[in-house]
């Protein structure tokens, strides 16, 4: 069974920095893409960062210049950095993997989400 699990969470002056970190684990034989989403209170999850296993990157223009996201895929870690929070940046961070090939066949995974907070 594949798990994400995530860490790195927690609470940040405005103007601070997080890392987030997600590693897979499981029966996979491959990850075509990983990626990070949120959702803040009374608002729907949306698209933070994902990254291909080629390299590919693609951001939310919200977070351009401010986070970045990259992998190590030996370890099947996905790793988001999040520079200069803003408060706006306040949410329930979920990591997720898309084509993951395992065991199981193909399929799409989240994991439980990790809460960032942004505040003075």
């Known amino acids: 069974q594949v798990q994400l699990v995530e860490s790195g969470g927690g609470l940040v002056q405005p103007g601070g920095s997080l890392r987030l970190s997600c590693a897979a684990s499981g029966s996979i034989f491959s990850i075509y893409a990983m990626g990070w989403y949120r959702q803040a209170p009374g608002k729907q999850r949306e698209l933070v960062a994902t990254?291909?296993?080629?390299?590919?990157?693609n951001y939310a223009d919200s977070v351009k210049g401010r986070f970045t996201i990259s992998t190590d895929n030996a370890k099947r870690t996905v790793y988001l950095q999040m520079n200069s929070l803003k408060p706006e940046d306040t949410a329930v961070y979920y990591c997720n993997a898309d084509g993951v090939r395992s065991n199981s066949g193909w399929g799409n995974y989240w994991g439980q989400g990790t809460q960032v907070t942004v505040s003075s």
């Open positions: 990254i291909t296993s080629g390299g590919s990157t």
